[in-house]
């Protein structure tokens, strides 16, 4: 046998004092303390995490210029005054059959030869003046005339705004890198998603058209020379005999017997317009963070681009009345446009992260986004919208 080295013992000794001093009372030995949820990492290492929330946005303006084609349409003359009256009275430079409203003053067997005839006849004595040695005077109609007259106003129809702002949904993945116990840098990557739409209705095309017919009175005088005229009322025949007068007027005066007709037309027109719009954000960007306890702050800042897809209408019909009866299309105009746009931008970010625990947390951010405006057009209007401003909100993440 080999003899036993004794020379281990004093050594094995000494370790197993070292060891029995080690043990706690209850005789396990003490674990070591694990790090708070907010404590710093060691330097060196990547983390990686998921983050979802919602948030409130809003944007610049939302703005819908209204245009119209009614304005630039040429409108038929539709006003129709259908009271149109001709003359009694026959011409006055002519041999006619004549009848007024007190007599008349005919044509007999003898006018076309010597211009007199006995077929006439008056009412009453009034019709007899002294002028010129004595007139006899008839009133009657002349022939009706028609006035027309027209007027529009096409004014702008202006433009509308609505209101862009509203919640949206957020998810939020960042890459860190742990370089010093209190600082890191990574970058992240954000997409929110944000709905809205607007409808108005106007008008600010109008035109009048009106025809009036109106009455021609006329005053006939025939001068009698010497002639003696029976008894009011008289009433001579084609046969005669009887006194004889000039057929043609001596004198015709004409005068104003009022508006008998009228007619009247109106056009008008009505405007529908609506806008839809739906913007995918999606940002990327470096951050920086800095860690103070349990509680993280980063900001970040890089390139923004918001996808619109948007989709918008205009519709125009122009109505007309006649008479006030009831209104009815005259003409109808439909547009509809929709496309997709990506408006790029930029962004700047600023968020406080709170550690629930070593892998979950919530973060409270705010960015700002400045981009391309989204402009336009569908049929003879266009619109506008400024995706740029302010998103606020809350994500509740998870680290891996």
Same mark, same amino acid.
């Given at each position: 046998?080999?003899?036993?080295?004794?020379?281990?013992?004093?050594?094995?000794?000494?370790?197993?004092?070292?060891?029995?001093?080690?043990?706690?009372?209850?005789?396990?030995?003490?674990?070591?303390?694990?790090?708070?949820?907010?404590?710093?990492?060691?330097?060196?290492?990547?983390?990686?995490?998921?983050?979802?929330?919602?948030?409130?946005?809003?944007?610049?303006?939302?703005?819908?210029?209204?245009?119209?084609?009614?304005?630039?349409?040429?409108?038929?003359?539709?006003?129709?005054?259908?009271?149109?009256?001709?003359?009694?009275?026959?011409?006055?430079?002519?041999?006619?059959?004549?009848?007024?409203?007190?007599?008349?003053?005919?044509?007999?067997?003898?006018?076309?030869?010597?211009?007199?005839?006995?077929?006439?006849?008056?009412?009453?004595?009034?019709?007899?003046?002294?002028?010129?040695?004595?007139?006899?005077?008839?009133?009657?109609?002349?022939?009706?005339?028609?006035?027309?007259?027209?007027?529009?106003?096409?004014?702008?129809?202006? &433009?509308?705004?609505?209101?862009?702002?509203?919640?949206?949904?957020?998810?939020?993945?960042?890459?860190?890198?742990?370089?010093?116990?209190?600082?890191?840098?990574?970058?992240?990557?954000?997409?929110?998603?944000?709905?809205?739409?607007?409808?108005? &209705?106007? &008008?600010?095309?109008?035109?009048?058209?009106?025809?009036?017919?109106?009455?021609?009175?006329?005053?006939?005088?025939?001068?009698?020379?010497?002639?003696?005229?029976?008894?009011?009322?008289?009433?001579?025949?084609?046969?005669?005999?009887?006194?004889?007068?000039?057929?043609?007027?001596?004198?015709?005066?004409?005068?104003?017997?009022?508006?008998?007709?009228?007619?009247?037309?109106?056009?008008?027109?009505?405007?529908?317009?609506?806008?839809?719009?739906?913007?995918?954000?999606?940002?990327?960007?470096?951050?920086?963070?800095?860690?103070?306890?349990?509680?993280?702050?980063?900001?970040?800042?890089?390139?923004?681009?918001?996808?619109?897809?948007?989709?918008?209408?205009?519709?125009?019909?122009?109505?007309?009345?006649?008479?006030?009866?009831?209104?009815?299309?005259?003409?109808?105009?439909?547009?509809?446009?929709?496309?997709?746009?990506?408006?790029?931008?930029?962004?700047?970010?600023?968020?406080?992260?709170?550690?629930?625990?070593?892998?979950?947390?919530?973060?409270?951010?705010?960015?700002?986004?400045?981009?391309?405006?989204?402009?336009?057009?569908?049929?003879?209007?266009?619109?506008?919208?400024?995706?740029?401003?302010?998103?606020?909100?809350?994500?509740?993440?998870?680290?891996?």
């Amino acid at each position: 046998m080999k003899p036993v080295n004794f020379c281990f013992l004093p050594l094995a000794g000494t370790l197993l004092l070292s060891a029995s001093s080690a043990i706690a009372g209850d005789g396990k030995a003490p674990l070591a303390v694990p790090p708070s949820p907010g404590m710093a990492e060691a330097p060196g290492r990547w983390h990686f995490r998921v983050s979802a929330g919602a948030g409130y946005r809003t944007i610049g303006d939302v703005e819908f210029t209204t245009g119209s084609r009614s304005g630039g349409l040429k409108l038929p003359f539709l006003a129709t005054a259908l009271g149109r009256r001709h003359s009694t009275v026959g011409s006055a430079t002519e041999y006619a059959d004549r009848q007024y409203r007190d007599g008349f003053v005919n044509q007999d067997g003898g006018t076309a030869n010597d211009g007199s005839t006995w077929f006439w006849g008056y009412e009453n004595e009034g019709q007899l003046t002294d002028e010129g040695g004595g007139t006899l005077q008839f009133q009657g109609s002349g022939d009706s005339f028609t006035r027309n007259s027209s007027r529009s106003s096409d004014r702008d129809a202006g &433009s509308w705004q609505t209101d862009g702002d509203g919640g949206v949904p957020v998810i939020q993945l960042d890459v860190e890198y742990d370089f010093h116990p209190r600082w890191s840098a990574g970058a992240s990557f954000q997409y929110s998603f944000l709905g809205f739409d607007g409808s108005q &209705s106007s &008008s600010g095309f109008s035109a009048f058209q009106q025809q009036t017919s109106q009455a021609v009175t006329v005053m006939d005088r025939y001068v009698l020379d010497g002639v003696q005229i029976p008894d009011s009322p008289y009433a001579g025949s084609y046969e005669g005999p009887g006194p004889l007068v000039y057929n043609r007027p001596t004198s015709r005066d004409f005068g104003n017997g009022g508006v008998f007709d009228r007619s009247g037309v109106h056009f008008f027109n009505r405007i529908h317009e609506s806008l839809d719009v739906q913007l995918h954000r999606l940002a990327f960007g470096p951050t920086l963070t800095g860690r103070l306890g349990r509680v993280d702050f980063s900001v970040g800042s890089g390139l923004s681009v918001n996808i619109a897809d948007w989709s918008a209408s205009h519709t125009e019909i122009l109505y007309v009345r006649k008479d006030g009866g009831p209104a009815r299309t005259y003409r109808r105009w439909a547009d509809r446009a929709s496309g997709t746009e990506v408006l790029p931008g930029i962004f700047l970010q600023a968020a406080a992260r709170v550690a629930l625990t070593s892998r979950i947390s919530f973060t409270g951010f705010g960015s700002h986004d400045w981009s391309r405006t989204l402009t336009e057009e569908v049929g003879p209007s266009r619109f506008s919208v400024d995706p740029g401003g302010w998103t606020v909100g809350g994500m509740f993440g998870y680290t891996f």
